[in-house]
């Protein structure tokens, strides 16, 4: 196996071809110079239309046999969380750059060894941030570094969602398989763009709470999931609801909420407000539209003016595996480890601890 040097084509495995598989494989399909050459998923139908509608040669069931095939440069990971760390390090092993899906792994002392993986192969390990890729956050950040808010102080993100537990009794509610509930799935995403937003501040301390009240009563399953593995109708040992308040190193708060079930308004929401010294703005994305609703609030010589920024559709996917592509291509491989997203799994980690034990949980002792 070899890693793909500049002008090479890249040849692709994509392992998992649930809505996140697809997504790479998509990608993969509109990039120059990138091929998918090979496909793994249990589903046996899928794995053909997807090998017909992209003309991919290979295509296997486990993901085992995917790194067996000879003449892979890299491989996409977008399997039920459980397998993030097995797959990523065996890849790596055999000389594979990793592009892993979100969350990087079920916990930190996992993603560790993921990145001591990458390090000792010397090869490229990312994983999928999409939002932060999206246009309005990206015009935020813009905003952000523009100076117009000052130095944001205080910040609160959120994703929420009425009935939207992805398939009760699937790998996502699960903790042994997922690792949590919305915290760790769409909570992350939150904390990747808030703390981007706010020019990665190093989270010092989290205060946290979970609930599972609404799901084990029964109230909160979403019609539009439908994932992979469903053993039962009712394993649900994750929460549906968690809140943290988390204390950075610049003196800054960020809160952070995420939901699969809760008693609010219908839909799926998600965004962040930021308060600083000069202004403040405040995103609001309503049911995965492409563009969200961005306003920033300065005061003009006394005057409270609001304004609405325009946004650009963002490429979400399609610019991480760009990134990913070009940071293969450029032969500089420093510091793309996974070390970004192992620090995140650290934080939720402290969250669920901080849950668990009912306190504040320090990460800078
Ligand atoms: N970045 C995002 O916005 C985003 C969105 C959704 C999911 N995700 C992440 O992507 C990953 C997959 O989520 P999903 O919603 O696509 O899940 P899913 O359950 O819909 O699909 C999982 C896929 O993995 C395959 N798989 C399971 N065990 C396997 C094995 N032993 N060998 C080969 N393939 C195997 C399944 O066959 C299926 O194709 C998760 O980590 C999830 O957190 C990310």
């Not at 993969?28 to 998923?41: H, N």
């Not at 950040?141 to 944001?152: C, E, F, Q, T």
């Not at 992979?228 to 943290?244: I, K, N, P, Q, Y």
Request: proline share 3%; aromatic share 8%; hydrophobic share 45%.
């Amino acid at each position: 196996m070899s890693a793909a040097r500049a002008g090479d084509e890249l040849r692709v495995g994509v392992i998992g071809l649930g809505w996140a598989g697809q997504q790479h494989i998509a990608a993969y399909d509109a990039l120059a110079g990138a091929r998918v050459v090979a496909i793994a998923g249990l589903e046996e139908p899928v794995r053909d239309q997807l090998a017909t509608r992209y003309g991919i040669d290979e295509q296997v069931a486990r993901w085992e046999d995917l790194l067996e095939l000879d003449g892979l440069d890299a491989v996409s990971v977008a399997v039920p969380t459980f397998l993030h760390a097995p797959i990523a390090i065996a890849a790596l092993e055999r000389g594979m750059h990793v592009l892993c899906e979100k969350p990087i792994a079920l916990n930190g002392a996992q993603a560790e060894a993921m990145v001591q993986a990458a390090r000792t192969a010397g090869l490229v390990l990312e994983v999928a941030f999409n939002h932060r890729q999206r246009g309005d956050i990206q015009e935020l950040k813009a905003v952000v570094d523009a100076g117009r808010l000052g130095h944001p102080y205080y910040a609160k993100a959120w994703w929420l969602r009425r009935t939207g537990i992805p398939t009760v009794g699937s790998w996502f509610t699960r903790a042994e398989l997922a690792g949590g509930g919305p915290l760790v799935d769409i909570g992350v995403h939150v904390l990747d763009y808030s703390l981007f937003l706010l020019g990665n501040p190093d989270v010092v301390a989290v205060s946290a709470s979970t609930y599972d009240l609404l799901a084990t009563a029964g109230f909160g399953a979403s019609p539009g999931f439908t994932k992979t593995g469903a053993t039962d109708d009712r394993t649900f040992d994750v929460e549906d609801l968690a809140s943290v308040f988390m204390r950075l190193a610049d003196g800054g708060t960020l809160l952070v909420e995420a939901s699969w079930a809760a008693h609010r308004r219908d839909g799926d929401e998600f965004g962040i407000t930021l308060y600083g010294t000069d202004g403040g703005a405040e995103l609001i994305v309503d049911d995965y539209a492409p563009k969200g609703a961005l306003r920033v609030f300065t005061d003009d010589d006394g005057a409270a003016v609001a304004t609405t920024v325009p946004v650009k559709t963002g490429r979400g996917h399609r610019a991480v595996i760009e990134q990913f592509a070009q940071t293969i291509r450029s032969g500089d491989w420093r510091g793309h480890d996974g070390s970004g997203a192992a620090a995140l799994a650290r934080i939720v980690d402290a969250c669920y601890r901080s849950a668990a034990e009912q306190r504040e949980v320090r990460l800078d002792s």
